[in-house]
Nanobody, 120 residues
Framework: QVQVVESGGGLVQPGGSLRLSCAAS????????MGWYRQAPPKERELVAV???????IVADSVKGRFTISRDNAKNAVYLQMNSLKPEDTAVYYC??????????????WGRGTQVTVSS
């Protein structure tokens, strides 16, 4: 079994910064891509940024230049540094991991989400 746990959300003023962290644990053989998605009701969940095991990144246009995704493969962890935050960044942020477990089964694993609120 694999678990994914996020941390680092909170309340921040516009223009401020936050750093989200996510760690996967359990019966992991390897983690392929890891990434961050967000959802602000009534909108659908949207991709924020993804990073492959080799370090290739995909970043949404809406956050490009403000958010940076990074990864520590040794710790099965992914991070999202968010700068110059705007009220429209307010959402629940979810961590995603594309996991191959020790039984060589491959599946998607999601965290429970962490709330980010940008408000003065």
């Amino acid at each position: 079994q694999v678990q994914v746990v996020e941390s680092g959300g909170g309340l921040v003023q516009p223009g401020g910064s936050l750093r989200l962290s996510c760690a996967a644990s359990g019966s992991i053989f390897m983690i392929n891509a890891m990434g961050w998605y967000r959802q602000a009701p009534p909108k659908e969940r949207e991709l924020v940024a993804v990073i492959t095991a080799g370090g290739r990144t995909i970043v949404a246009d809406s956050v490009k230049g403000r958010f940076t995704i990074s990864r520590d493969n040794a710790k099965n962890a992914v991070y999202l540094q968010m700068n110059s935050l705007k009220p429209e960044d307010t959402a629940v942020y979810y961590c995603h991991a594309d996991v191959t477990n020790t039984g060589r089964a491959r599946f998607d694993e999601w965290g429970r989400g962490t709330q980010v609120t940008v408000s003065s």
